[in-house]
């Protein structure tokens, strides 16, 4: 494989983080400034992105570190607890945005249309910084992250052409309009984060398995004559951890136990099940089991 100097992932992680960081402070001055309601919702999803940079650069650091006998599953869910607090401050400022972009629909207040032009041009020229910075890397997270700074560069076109037709026309209303759609598209992305991390803190089953499945696998092994007593979470939504019951025949020989059990535990690494617990019972011994 070719060596990369511009491929490392955190580096250009970090570098996206301060970029969007100090930025973030730059818009919310000249939204301010400005008085635009738009550049004020661009500068709320910009603090998302420092946000959920922030953390991955944090964690890329923290999260690595191994377990601990007071933390024995090591670090990975400080992920959660961070896409939770992050979550949160981030549907206060949407609906703060849209309690204020929404009255202005009625009584449209004057913006400084020239004002929003310098801030969207630097807007733009911010955008193409970091994509051309993360573009050069080549792991699927830095493609995923190229794709969705074009997406906030195309924002910041948005905003740039709303602020000419501003200053050749007196249609104020375009100012909050465009704010509201990038609210109500930062709010509908939150929300579908906050929903997913809600689902993991309950220990939901992960989305793309769930225990019917995982016994089904068991229950194809020949040797396996019942499954009880399983239990299935997640993480942080990547890495799954699984518990059940196993039981077969008290005539099987030992070895034959062994195979059956490696053969088990296989599958479940092939589903992103890193950490599982199997208690092989025997048939002819009672288990206090919970049924459900
Ligand atoms: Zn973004
Ligand atoms: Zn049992």
Same mark, same amino acid.
């Not at 609906?95 to 849209?98: N, V």
């Not at 890193?274 to 092989?280: A, I, N, R, V």
């Given at each position: 494989?070719?060596?990369?100097?511009?491929?490392?992932?955190? $580096?250009?992680?970090?570098?996206a983080f301060? !970029?969007?960081?100090?930025? /973030?402070?730059i818009?919310l001055?000249g939204?301010?400034l /400005? %008085?635009?309601?738009?550049v004020i919702?661009?500068?709320?999803?910009? !603090?998302?992105d420092?946000l959920s940079?922030?953390?991955?650069w944090?964690?890329?650091?923290?999260?690595?570190k191994e377990?601990?006998?007071?933390f024995?599953?090591?670090y990975k869910?400080l992920?959660?607890?961070?896409?939770l607090?992050?979550?949160?401050i981030l549907?206060?400022?949407s609906?703060? +945005?849209?309690s204020?972009?929404?009255?202005?629909l009625w009584?449209? &207040?004057?913006s400084?249309?020239?004002? #929003?032009i310098f *801030?969207?041009?630097?807007? #733009?020229?911010v955008?193409a910084i970091?994509? %051309?910075k *993360?573009?050069k890397?080549? /792991?699927?997270?830095?493609?995923?992250?190229?794709w969705?700074?074009?997406g906030?560069?195309l924002?910041?076109v948005a *905003?740039f052409?709303?602020s +000419?037709?501003?200053?050749?026309s007196?249609? /104020?209303?375009?100012?909050p309009?465009?704010?509201?759609?990038?609210?109500?598209?930062?709010f509908?992305?939150?929300?579908? %984060?906050?929903k997913?991390?809600? #689902?993991?803190?309950?220990q939901?089953a992960?989305?793309s398995?769930?225990?019917?499945? *995982?016994?089904?696998?068991?229950?194809e092994?020949?040797l396996v004559?019942?499954?009880?007593?399983?239990?299935?979470?997640s !993480?942080d939504?990547e890495?799954?951890?699984?518990?059940s019951h196993?039981?077969v025949?008290? &005539?099987?020989?030992?070895?034959?136990v062994?195979?059956?059990?490696?053969?088990?535990k296989?599958?479940?690494? &092939? %589903?992103n099940i $890193?950490?599982?617990? !199997?208690? #092989?019972e025997?048939d002819?011994?009672?288990?206090k089991?919970f049924?459900?």
């Open positions: 494989m070719k060596h990369d100097h511009n491929s490392h992932p955190e $580096k250009n992680i970090g570098f301060f !970029l969007k960081i100090s930025f /973030t402070l818009e001055i939204g301010y /400005t %008085n635009s309601i738009a919702s661009n500068a709320l999803h910009d !603090l998302e420092s940079l922030g953390v991955a944090f964690l890329e650091k923290i999260a690595k377990s601990t006998p007071h024995s599953y090591g869910r992920s959660l607890l961070a896409a607090i992050n979550a949160i549907l206060i400022g609906i703060f +945005i849209l204020e972009a929404i009255p202005r009584s449209p &207040e004057q400084n249309a020239e004002g #929003m *801030v969207s041009i630097i807007g #733009m020229i955008n970091a994509i %051309n *993360v573009s890397g080549s /792991t699927q997270n830095e493609k995923i992250i190229s969705h700074l074009l906030d560069l924002s910041w *905003v052409i709303a +000419i037709i501003m200053i050749f007196t249609i /104020t209303i375009l100012d309009l465009l704010s509201i759609f990038i609210t109500l598209y930062i509908w992305g939150v929300g579908k %984060n906050f997913s991390t809600t #689902m993991l803190f309950l939901a992960p989305e398995l769930d225990i019917k499945t *995982v016994e089904g696998f068991f229950k092994d020949k004559k019942d499954v009880h007593n399983t239990h299935l979470w !993480l939504g890495s799954h951890v699984l518990s196993i039981v025949s008290c &005539e099987i020989p030992q070895n034959q062994k195979t059956l059990k490696k053969r088990l296989n599958k479940l690494l &092939e %589903n $890193k950490y599982s617990t !199997l208690e #092989m025997f002819d011994e009672p288990c089991k049924h459900s």
